[in-house]
């Protein structure tokens, strides 16, 4: 569990010690005491669950307190629907791309936890993205989540590079909760 002082906090909130030293006394910022001493020491998900409640940005404690969703999709309300339900405030941080080289684009930069490859986009290009991140040894973590069409064809693929596979119409909750399961696996969301 990583902990850090007032001075580091100071730091990462862009306030003066004293000023965390205030918070941690007051009961806002929740930590301890080292024994013998009057040192203060924040754990990392006291700190971030802080962050959030008070509307400050997370600075570098982003990368590790936010679960990256990448979303490969054209369909606009599968889209705000699941950016509805991965929304900040469950530490859920969303970017979407439209197609498979904007979907190439965006995993680099973004660095995703997560991709959500809409297979509506087409099939062929929806596989090809699939395949393609897997092959590339960045991307070998990341958990891939392919949205099928319902339109009673069967889909007959390779899906050994897909962690899951969601049919739609779905419940954008549900995949939320199930993101939220596999990715806390890998990352402590707070």
């Not at 806002?28 to 008070?54: A, C, M, N, T, V």
């Not at 197609?99 to 087409?122: L, M, W, Y």
Request: proline letters at 5%; aromatic letters at 8%.
């Amino acid at each position: 569990m990583k902990v850090f002082t007032t001075g580091q906090v100071a730091k990462i909130c862009k306030v003066a010690p004293r000023t965390v030293s205030k918070w941690f006394d007051s009961g806002r910022l929740k930590g301890y005491r080292i024994p013998g001493s009057q040192d203060r020491r924040i754990p990392r998900e006291y700190l971030i669950k802080f962050l959030k409640e008070h509307g400050m940005p997370l600075g570098d404690l982003e990368d590790e307190a936010m679960a990256k969703c990448l979303i490969v999709a054209q369909d606009q309300v599968l889209i705000e629907n699941l950016k509805r339900e991965l929304p900040p405030e469950k530490s859920f941080k969303v970017a979407v791309a439209a197609s498979g080289f904007e979907a190439g684009i965006q995993a680099e930069s973004f660095s995703p936890d997560c991709i959500i490859v809409d297979f509506s986009i087409g099939k062929v290009e929806a596989v090809q993205i699939c395949q393609n991140l897997r092959r590339n040894m960045e991307f070998a973590e990341v958990i891939l989540i392919a949205l099928l069409p319902d339109d009673g064809q069967p889909m007959s693929f390779d899906r050994s590079a897909i962690n899951e596979t969601f049919k739609k119409p779905f419940d954008a909750r549900l995949l939320a909760e199930r993101l939220q399961t596999l990715v806390g696996t890998k990352k402590e969301l707070v």
